[in-house]
Every structure is written in C-alpha cells, then in structure tokens.
C-alpha cells in the first residue's frame, strides 16, 4: 500500500511549481481552469482531505475499494488509510503498520516518487500536456474533464484523468491510468482548508507505541 499512495502508485512523486516549456502546446482552455484550481488551493496553509481510493481493472472490476484521510500542509502530509498512516515532514518518512506495531523510516526524496499528495492540485504545471476533453452534467452538476500525459514516457502510468466541478472549481475525483492496466480512482468526499496543524503532527512519535518495532532504513 506504501507503494500503491506514491504511484509505483500513487496519488499524491513530483506532481507542481514554475511552468516549463512543453514539448505541445497545452490547451489554453484548460490552462486557464488549472491555473485557478492551483491558485485557489495554494491559498490554503493547510489542507484536510477526505477521499475513497478504488482500484479498478481494466475492465471497470473494483478489486480495493477503502476509504482515507489526507492533511497537506506545504510540503508535509500525513495520509491516513486503514491499518496504517504515512507521515512525510519533507525530510523523512514514516510509513506505521498498525497490525504489526511497526514503522518504517526513510528519508523523504520525492525524485523516488512518481507522484505525491501535495502535488494533487499543481500537478500540470511540469512535464505534462493536458487539454479540456469534454464536460459532463452529473446530478445537476456540470464537471470540465481534463486529461494529462506525462511526457516523461518512462513513468509507471499514461494518463491522468481530473474531473473538476464547474462552479466550485475544485477537484472531485482524480483517475491514474496505470501501464499494468490498473485504474486508480481517488473521489474527493470532503475538504476542509486552514486547519490549525502544528509541525509535530507530520512527524511520527514512536514514544506514544509501547514495543513498536522500529525498522531505520535512512
């Protein structure tokens, strides 16, 4: 699962700051709705996410289906998901199992990941041509869908999918489109920006789990 949230999966690897030049032009259309997603989000100190990651197969067969919680403040995140919760501080890592009382440590080096969770939302604006596709009125609802390919052809995945409401200008789901034919779908239930979140609480603190095995890969 440590594998499956940094996108070798991965959600949120280096998915945001300055433009660069691309390789194709990009639509100007969906340049313009990014840049005010972008611009929108990095307007929050701090982010809570409340998201369900399905994994599907090719042929649309969910085969993992669990819900999580993510809090991003700048370059720190701490990703809660069932029996574990990942911590990253932007200088080291913590990946704790809670079934087997253990935690992981390694340094944070985000060019080892292909795409990681404060990158959601400014991930277009590197190494990336996407374009509008279409939009699409779900529930009364109208959702501008923009796709994105890597032009980085060596990357585990081709396609990324964003599907973004009109009106609010916020992200609902994001869909990675794994070469080993995996589809992972991230739905966005609920966010909450600008809560109070100290520092210490995207570090680990191994001192609150009697008789954890502390595993120092660093």
Known sequence: MKQMFRFNLLLYAQLFIAFCTFS??????????????????????????????????????IINNQQGILHTKGDKYK?????QELYCDNETCWLYLK??????????DPLEQSIIPTQFYTIYEKDYFYALTEEITENNKVYQIIELTPNDKSKSYF????????????????????????RYVYEIQKQTPNLILND???KFDATKHP????????
Do not use: C, H, M, W
Not at 79 to 83: A, F, N, T
């Open 159 to 182: 396609k990324i999918k964003l599907s973004i409401n009109k009106t609010s200008k916020s992200i609902t789901k994001i869909k990675v489109f794994d070469k080993g034919g995996s």
């Open 24 to 61: 194709q032009a990009n639509d100007p259309q969906a340049t313009k709705i990014l840049n005010e997603i972008s611009q929108k989000y990095k307007s929050y100190t701090t982010l809570q996410t409340y998201f369900t990651l399905k994994v599907e197969e090719r042929d649309g067969k």
């Open 200 to 202: 210490t609480f995207f």
């Open 211 to 218: 008789g954890i095995e502390v595993i120092d890969l660093k």
């Open 99 to 108: 079934d087997a009382n253990e935690v992981q440590i390694n340094n944070y």
């Open 79 to 83: 990703l809660e998901l069932p029996g």
